[in-house]
């Protein structure tokens, strides 16, 4: 044992070397998976506040009321109650309804309830939205 002993701490300490490599490594890819992730909720938490700040514009109820000017009144039932609207078109053509359309889905708001109804070759659309 004893003409042994400078080989058996020379291979102790490399086995130590190798462990310590190895826990280098695993911390270094822990390193960059943590980081990745903190890159992902950072990216998320931009665009949270992004869309915070896009459905806080005041100039939304604006371009909600101007929906109401698009098509002629006697085709429009409108009932707004505060951050809701509910309306009702009646017998709109196909570019109305497209138009009105484009316009819907350019807004930041959240659409309820939407229902196109084709009769003959007019539409009536029904749209719940609030904000």
Known sequence: MNQYKNEIIIFVSFILMISAWFFKQAQI?????????????LSEVKSVIGLMN????????KKVLKLK?????????????????????????????????NKILN?????VHLKIAKMNSLYNLEFKCKW
């Not at 896009?54 to 109820?61: Q, S, T, Y």
């Not at 039932?77 to 078109?89: A, E, P, Q, R």
């Not at 009646?90 to 497209?98: D, F, P, Q, T, Y």
């Not at 807004?107 to 659409?111: K, Y």
């Open 29 to 41: 890819k822990q390193q960059t998976v943590d980081s990745v992730k903190i890159e992902a909720s």
């Open 107 to 111: 807004i930041p708001i959240e659409i």
């Open 54 to 61: 896009l459905w806080k514009d005041k100039k939304i109820v």
């Open 69 to 101: 000017s698009l098509v002629s009144p006697s085709k429009v039932k409108w009932h707004k109650k505060s951050n809701t609207v509910t309306t009702s078109f009646k017998k709109l053509s196909s570019i109305e309804v497209n138009r009105l359309m």
